[in-house]
């Protein structure tokens, strides 16, 4: 069976540290990926998805970037975080059925920059 | 641009007792995914029910079905026989050409 795992799952740092969230996923290949942002009470934003090692597409500007340097390995990262970037993040993957493409999500990671 | 409006911030439910998550949304697509998921206060996402929107007949999981309407564009999740359990946030989506969007979520409390 698929599985996805997320690290860290609480994260504290200082504004200006730099950041990386990692995610990977297990018992499929080829999946497509996903980074989501949840601010607290509200939905979920998609920040980024790839469709396959090095294609990343963003959806919102922001400071925040991603890689995926392996086929079931997708990499959140920043080079210098903001106060806003605080929020729970999400990974999500779903496999190549255009059908339903269901998407299937991580623990999450709670980010705090303070 | 596609939009997903769930208008119940909140709701209760007596446990044992089925319980209705107002969902809809505004596409001019005609090929669309319906999806419904549960958040916990762990913070998974869990995935519960998917509605295509070529689906004639409404699709239904164990106790949660989806009442699908799709000329009034709603999607509303029914909950039966509720259990202590499914306390939680609960969040519509719709997929449209591979992009994913989420509703602000419902939270339901079931009491005992």
């Known amino acids: 069976s698929q599985t996805i795992h997320q690290w860290p799952a609480t994260l504290v740092q200082p504004v200006g540290s730099p950041l990386s969230l990692e995610c990977t996923v297990e018992g499929t290949s080829n999946p497509n990926l996903y980074w989501y942002r949840q601010a607290a009470g509200r939905g979920l934003q998609l920040l980024f998805y790839s469709v396959g090692i090095g294609q990343i597409s963003s959806e919102v500007p922001q400071n925040l970037s991603a890689s995926r340097p392996q086929d079931r390995q997708f990499i959140l990262s920043s080079k210098k975080l903001l106060l806003s970037d605080s929020g729970f993040y999400l990974c999500?993957?779903?496999?190549?059925?255009?059908?339903?493409?269901?998407?299937?999500f991580g623990a999450g990671t709670r980010l705090s920059v303070l | 641009a596609q939009k997903i409006t769930q208008t119940q911030p909140g709701m209760f439910v007596q446990e044992k007792e089925a319980v209705t998550l107002d969902c809809t949304y505004d596409?001019?697509?005609?090929?669309?995914?319906l999806f419904w998921y549960k958040q916990p206060s762990s913070g998974e996402m869990i995935f519960l029910i998917y509605?295509?929107?070529?689906?004639?007949q409404n699709a239904t999981e164990g106790r949660y079905s989806l009442n699908f309407q799709k000329a009034r564009k709603s999607a509303n999740l029914v909950v039966s026989a509720s259990q202590l359990g499914d306390s939680a946030m609960y969040f519509c989506a719709m997929r449209r050409r591979g992009d994913m969007r989420f509703g602000a979520g419902t939270r339901l409390t079931v009491k005992p």
């Open positions: 999500a993957w779903s496999a190549r059925d255009r059908v339903k493409n269901i998407q299937y």
């Open positions: 509605q295509g929107s070529y689906d004639e």
């Open positions: 596409t001019s697509d005609q090929s669309y995914g």
